[in-house]
């Protein structure tokens, strides 16, 4: 299985500050990783797809990058509805799996 | 729009077992698969596996082979996830999800939760 190592585990910014979460993948997966915000409660919504597209509703602030098997996922303005938990998706090879998630919150 | 609801949530006894639904509306079902997807807070989101809903064919993670069963009604446009064998370590939110690869869309989620 494809191994998906995300970090930071928890991070705490400042409101209007960039915050970057990145996904390392065991192997190389080309642009099959998706990143997904997660609230208290709720299920998980995609906001970026292809490692750099965005998702229908988005807000622009969200951006997604990818340098080799490494992928980033850069809020530009962090805002106050941003926090929560933040996960990454390969999508390359069954099965798909999953980082363990970044948990965001407002310092 | 689209929109995948499921089931309420399960209490259920060590060996017995659970069958959630996951009823798609808002689009053609046979159009996206369906998958399920387990989360716990120690293991985090993993794929159990997806069902292609026009045919009916399956994919599953070999981790939960043997204890989730995926079946489909086209004429209800609903998805099925059985879990047997139930032990606490089942106890969990299960989502479906449109999609195999990339989940666009989510259900609400179900709590099952294992006790005797």
């Known amino acids: 299985d494809i191994q998906m190592t995300q970090s930071p585990a928890s991070l705490s910014a400042s409101l209007e500050e960039i915050v970057t979460i990145t996904c390392q993948a065991s192997?190389?997966?080309?642009?099959?990783l998706a990143w997904y915000q997660q609230k208290p409660g709720k299920s998980p919504q995609l906001l970026i797809y292809?490692?750099?597209s965005l998702a229908d509703g988005v807000p622009s602030r969200f951006s997604g990058s990818r340098s080799g098997t490494q992928y980033s996922l850069k809020i530009s303005r962090l805002q106050v509805e941003d926090p929560g938990i933040y996960y990454c998706?390969?999508?390359?090879?069954?099965?798909?799996?999953f980082g363990g998630g970044t948990k965001l919150e407002l310092k | 729009q689209v929109q995948l609801q499921q089931s309420g949530a399960e209490l259920a006894k060590p060996g017995s077992s659970v069958k959630i639904s996951c009823k798609a509306s808002?689009?053609?079902?046979?159009?996206?698969?369906i998958s399920w997807i387990k989360q716990t807070t120690g293991q985090g989101l993993e794929y159990i596996g997806y069902?292609?809903?026009?045919?009916?064919?399956?994919n599953y993670n070999e981790k939960f082979k043997g204890k989730a069963t995926l079946t489909v009604d086209k004429s209800s446009s609903t998805a099925f996830m059985q879990l047997s064998s139930l032990t606490p370590d089942d106890s969990a939110v299960y989502y479906c999800?449109?999609?195999?690869?990339?989940?666009?869309?989510w259900g609400q989620g179900v709590m099952v939760t294992v006790s005797s």
């Open positions: 998706l390969q999508g390359y090879s069954a099965p798909w799996t």
């Open positions: 999800a449109s999609g195999y690869g990339l989940f666009d869309y």
């Open positions: 069902i292609n809903t026009g045919s009916g064919g399956t």
């Open positions: 292809g490692a750099t």
């Open positions: 192997q190389d997966i080309g642009n099959w």
């Open positions: 808002g689009y053609t079902f046979t159009s996206y698969y």
